[in-house]
């Protein structure tokens, strides 16, 4: 899977890169490599996947190939056409859509198609032939008075890419086009994607953090550090992992987020994860079988007398051996250690939620919400785009009044107390409340003020800060220059400077990598043996494993609660294999909606 030379018979690549090269210059004089001397192609009627860690340079890459940027360096060409010479005739046969889609939130999904359409030259004739197809693929038919403001996450995404697609591209660029949205919304969009491949015959470009969806492409290339560790068919990264993969039982009493954490800390286990349960590793290529509990006395000590069987290797697995053999001797993350240790093996109620209901005017955002959370868990908030998980979260953070019910967070009532409780708990928000503009020295001064930390104790705090999360070299460099997965440890590191004895982390790895997501969870575990109550919501529903309970809401409602291993259960049907946590999470889901349609008065359900 080592990068190949091309061919000379390009004539099926759309796109064809050649040693192509990107340096960004920022004013304060430092330089960033973005791509390094890269060589890919993608070729007709092929569905290819872009993935890498943050700061890979995928967007760089797409937006050079639509001729918003210009390469330092090499040769691009685009359906033929040379991008540097000509960006207007490829931007004329190409659709690119960011991770950040243009919509208007105050017009309809009938006028934001109007506008794309008209900004396009698209004539009536071809709008009325057009948009049923448009509206029939992204399933918005029955929505297209709806304002876009209204939309869900998913819907959202699905009326971005049916603006892209107005104008019939050739050559399709998708950044990121999953994330931030659910599991149902995500398949929904894993519905389209292919079609357009197969009977439309787009030629599709994707970047993704999701790499299951790479498995399901024609084509993979795999870009680290600006530079192509690998490109060709999925299963190519993925036999780089086979014969290395296991799974592991945890011992009686240890969970499998406490094994996962000694796994990684083992030299001859290259990645391990939580898994239904259990825990799937890879261990070093040239490990000796006796490490993985063959002899009386396996090396790998965290293995020591547990059941271990071979496991099927997965295109996410190939993937991590890349990225590890590519930096030897990294580390994937540490515990995040804290100054102040809190009271551990407790069983008191840190967090009680009663009855819980928000309402904005009539609309109900959270309808009887009940759940509570004991000192040390991590307690995660599952639901689709829309379910009322981030308005729980901002009234469980005091930013939010509650309409009615018991909201008790540390042993204050939030209803009466918001502020006192607000210094007692860290919230680290969707988009992280971060001040682009300060350096991350700032940052951290800002929120240590805000947090009423002064003189000696500030100064502590701070170089903690600095030194627990890496950023010492970054202290003065502007946050809004930092690649995500240390904007990702600045959040982390400006919520925990006042030791809250309670963490709300609202999708804190959305868009962000295997790694970096391998990297965030070995700090929250070690957070959470150390006494730390945390709530977290995550549309990576593989993270739900992490959790001690778990519950699942939609329509402001809780359609299920329990551990990991309940909600599993409850999505499994009869003659199942065991249920994967996304699998029950869509059953689950689907379930409840089909009961409230089935529970409305019958001229609701048909309206």
């Not at 297209?144 to 403001?149: P, Q, S």
């Not at 954490?261 to 286990?269: C, W």
């Not at 003189?455 to 502590?460: L, M, P, V």
Request: aromatic share 6%; charged share 25%; hydrophobic share 40%.
């Amino acid at each position: 899977m080592s990068p190949q030379p091309f061919n000379d018979a390009t004539d099926s690549a759309l796109l064809l890169a050649r040693d192509v090269s990107k340096t960004f210059h920022t004013a304060a004089g430092q330089h960033a490599k973005a791509l390094d001397r890269v060589s890919v192609e993608v070729r007709r009627g092929q569905l290819t996947a872009l993935v890498g860690p943050d700061g890979a340079g995928k967007t760089t890459l797409l937006r050079l190939a639509t001729g918003l940027l210009r390469a330092d360096a090499g040769e691009l060409r685009v359906l033929g056409i040379d991008v540097a010479k000509d960006p207007a005739q490829v931007q004329a046969r190409v659709a690119y859509m960011p991770q950040r889609f243009g919509l208007y939130e105050d017009l309809s999904v009938q006028e934001n198609l109007d506008l794309y359409a008209d900004l396009h030259g698209i004539s009536e004739e071809d709008k009325r032939d057009r948009y049923p197809q448009l509206l029939q693929m992204t399933a918005l038919t029955a929505f297209i008075d709806r304002l876009a403001g209204h939309l869900s996450g998913g819907m959202k995404q699905k009326l971005g890419l049916a603006c892209t697609l107005v104008r019939a591209p050739e050559l399709l660029l998708l950044d990121e086009p999953t994330v931030g949205v659910d599991p149902l919304s995500r398949r929904e969009l894993w519905q389209i994607i292919p079609e357009l491949v197969k009977r439309h015959g787009v030629t599709v470009l994707l970047s993704t953090s999701y790499l299951d969806e790479a498995e399901h492409c024609d084509h993979a290339i795999v870009l680290h550090q600006g530079r192509v560790l690998a490109h060709g068919p999925p299963f190519k990264v993925r036999d780089l992992a086979s014969a290395r993969t296991f799974i592991a039982e945890p011992p009686q009493g240890q969970t499998a987020r406490g094994l996962q954490a000694q796994l990684l800390d083992e030299p001859e286990v290259l990645d391990a994860v939580p898994e239904g349960g259990l825990v799937r590793f890879i261990r070093m290529q040239g490990a000796p079988e006796e490490s993985l509990g063959a002899a009386a006395a396996p090396r790998v000590s965290a293995l020591s007398g547990i059941n271990i069987s071979p496991g099927q290797a997965r295109f996410e697995d190939g993937f991590m051996v890349l990225l590890r053999e590519a930096s030897p001797g990294a580390k994937i993350g540490q515990a995040i250690m804290l100054d102040t240790k809190l009271e551990q093996g407790s069983d008191k109620v840190v967090v009680q939620v009663r009855g819980l209901v928000r309402k904005f005017g009539s609309f109900t955002a959270v309808d009887h919400v009940d759940f509570e959370v004991r000192a040390g868990q991590i307690f995660g908030l599952l639901g689709p785009n829309g379910a009322g998980k981030t308005t729980t979260f901002r009234m469980l953070c005091g930013l939010l009044p509650a309409t009615s019910g018991t909201l008790r967070v540390a042993g204050m009532d939030l209803r009466t107390a918001r502020a006192s409780a607000r210094q007692r708990i860290g919230y680290v928000a969707q988009k992280f409340s971060l001040y682009g503009q300060l350096t991350v020295a700032e940052n951290l001064e800002f929120f240590a003020s805000a947090y009423s930390l002064r003189g000696d104790r500030k100064r502590n705090r701070i170089d903690w800060a600095l030194r627990q999360f890496d950023l010492t070299a970054y202290a003065q460099t502007a946050t809004e220059q930092l690649p995500g997965g240390f904007k990702r440890r600045l959040a982390m590191a400006a919520a925990l400077l006042h030791e809250p004895e309670t963490l709300f982390l609202d999708e804190p790895t959305s868009g962000a990598d295997p790694f970096a997501r391998r990297e965030f969870w070995r700090g929250i575990t070690g957070l959470a043996e150390q006494g730390v109550t945390m709530v977290v919501t995550t549309h990576f529903m593989e993270e739900a494993e992490y959790c001690d309970q778990v519950a699942i809401l939609d329509e402001g409602k809780v359609l299920a609660q329990g551990t990991p291993a309940q909600i599993r259960q409850r999505g499994q049907t009869a003659g199942d294999a065991k249920s994967s946590m996304e699998q029950a999470f869509i059953r689950i889901v689907e379930e409840g909606r089909e009961a409230q349609i089935a529970a409305r008065p019958r001229s609701e359900a048909a309206a």
